[in-house]
């Protein structure tokens, strides 16, 4: 704990945000900056070039293994040593997931999915929540809108979103002793990010597509943006008695 801490004076610091090189995630980062955050983000494969040009000293990458517990504790130490706490996490990180029937996976791919998903947000969420108690910081997880409204075809990503979702309730419960505020984001179909991949392998066709619109009231989808707003929002200081909760961001789909 550090003096500030000690005294009970709220640390600032950087704001996280795991998995900010996908779609959600890069509109994240570029509406924190925009909000005057400094902005740390996470990615796993590819470096995202244009992604650190464009944001020049605002943000840093960061690349890493959510699933490997010590490369989540060197990161937040490394961070904390140089910026001192870290104010803000965002979960956003998730690795593409194919439209299947539950009884074509196989065990070992339903793990892996597991372990991507639910397991790597232990791991990140344990490593940085000694610092986000010194800020009083907050937490937001992008989950999905099928934990509310089922698709079919789509329990290989619902399912460990809702263990996420399950896992930001208990955060808010135990962790508000700190001033600690935990939420969720839930995307509906989006025109970028997942839904732009799936269409983009064609697992979802244009019939597919159609059907989706119907079952949105706003007759459209959503973007990235839109998902980064609602983030944003739950960061700031606006929705600083909001905690627990789950943010619907999917035109009333969920209805």
Do not use: W
């Not at 910026?83 to 793990?111: D, R, T, Y």
């Not at 791991?123 to 409204?149: E, Y």
């Amino acid at each position: 704990m550090t003096q500030k801490a000690a005294a009970g004076i709220k640390e600032s610091g950087i704001s996280l945000v795991a998995g900010g090189s996908g779609g959600i995630g890069t509109a994240i980062v570029r509406r924190l900056v925009r909000g005057g955050k400094k902005v740390a983000f996470t990615f796993q494969q590819s470096a995202p070039s244009a992604l650190v040009e464009e944001m020049g000293n605002k943000a840093t990458a960061h690349r890493i293994d959510l699933q490997d517990p010590q490369a989540c504790r060197k990161l937040a130490d490394d961070l904390i040593a140089q910026h001192g706490a870290i104010e803000n996490f965002i979960h956003a990180a998730g690795p593409h997931v194919p439209m299947v029937h539950l009884s074509k996976v196989s065990p070992e791919n339903f793990a892996d999915q597991v372990n991507a998903d639910l397991v790597g947000f232990f791991n990140i969420i344990h490593a940085v929540l000694p610092s986000l108690r010194t800020t009083s910081g907050s937490i937001t997880a992008v989950t999905s809108a099928a934990t509310a409204r089922y698709p079919k075809r789509d329990g290989l990503s619902a399912i460990p979103k809702g263990g996420v979702e399950t896992m930001i309730r208990a955060l808010a419960a135990e962790e508000g002793r700190y001033g600690v505020r935990a939420n969720s984001v839930a995307p509906g179909m989006l025109s970028d990010g997942m839904a732009a991949r799936l269409i983009d392998t064609g697992e979802l066709d244009s019939n597919a597509l159609q059907v989706t619109m119907d079952n949105i009231p706003l007759r459209r989808f959503g973007t990235a943006a839109d998902i980064a707003e609602a983030v944003a929002f739950l960061v700031s200081e606006k929705a600083n008695f909001i905690s627990g909760q789950k943010l619907n961001v999917d035109g009333g789909y969920s209805v």
